[in-house]
Nanobody, 125 residues
């Protein structure tokens, strides 16, 4: 059974920073693309960022230049560094993984088989 265990998040003022982590039980972790999605109150879940097994990242336009996705394969851990946070970044953030290695995380979220439990990020103005 696959587990994605998240940590990080919390309350921060606008302009502040946070880091989210996601430890995955996927093996081999290095062969999986991984992603982050978020869901704001009353809105649909949306794509935030993803990183391919080659370590190439891609981002939603709304977070490009402010958020950085990275991975530590030795620790089976995915990270999302959130900088210059804005109130509209307030949401529950989820890490996500596809069902198999060498499979892309789609921006639509289709094909994501595994989700973390979610962690709340609240940005005050």
């Amino acid at each position: 059974q696959v587990h994605l265990v998240q940590s990080g998040g919390g309350l921060v003022q606008a302009g502040g920073s946070l880091r989210l982590s996601c430890v995955a039980s996927l093996r081999p972790f290095s062969s999986y693309s991984m992603g982050w999605f978020r869901q704001a109150p009353g809105k649909d879940r949306e794509f935030v960022a993803a990183i391919i097994w080659t370590n190439d990242p891609y981002y939603a336009e709304s977070v490009k230049g402010r958020f950085t996705i990275s991975r530590d394969n030795a620790k089976n851990t995915l990270y999302l560094q959130l900088n210059d946070l804005k109130p509209e970044d307030t949401a529950v953030y989820y890490c996500a993984a596809p069902p198999s290695a060498h499979t892309l995380v789609l921006r639509s979220g289709h094909g994501v088989d595994y989700w973390g439990e979610g962690t709340l990020v609240t940005v005050s103005s």
